[in-house]
């Protein structure tokens, strides 16, 4: 998963989202340290906190999404991105990879379509999975990351 907050207090938010995660969804195996990033694909006076984890889970992708989405409201997001326009943003928690299985559902597409052109993905997930390879891509985490502009 990644998580990034780009509100003033963003670290707390991230910790706070840590903790419902791993109660609610299953225990953290690998967390990233976190990154402080420029906004991607809008414009805005505030920076990104972001962290890429890994969770065990007996869940469904679709159960991990609804609590994702329960939790993005519990840490006060109010709306998600509607045709990739995109906003400040309190919380917002992705699934990247679900079991490197392929999902292509009306909800959820794992993995996530655009992980690999963001640096502020990959970045931290590099730190935790830099050898995961990307099932439809079939390039590891590494590779994908050094292929994108600095």
Do not use: W
Request: hydrophobic fraction near 40%.
């Amino acid at each position: 998963m990644a998580l990034g907050s780009n509100i003033g207090n963003g670290k707390e938010l991230i910790e706070q989202a840590y903790a419902l995660l791993a109660e609610r969804i299953g225990p953290i195996t690998h967390k990233s340290a976190l990154y402080t990033t420029a906004p991607a694909g809008f414009e805005s006076n505030n920076l990104f906190t972001n962290s890429a984890i890994c969770l065990q889970t007996t869940l469904s992708a679709i159960d991990v999404l609804h609590l994702t989405q329960q939790i993005e409201k519990e840490l006060g997001r109010m709306h998600k991105s509607v045709n990739l326009q995109y906003a400040d943003r309190s919380m917002d928690i992705d699934i990247l990879y679900y079991n490197l299985e392929q999902i292509n559902q009306e909800d959820l597409i794992v993995p996530h379509p655009r992980m690999h052109t963001r640096r502020f993905v990959l970045e931290p997930l590099c730190e935790i999975a830099p050898t995961l390879k990307h099932p439809i891509i079939g390039k590891n985490t590494q590779y994908l990351l050094n292929q994108l502009p600095r």
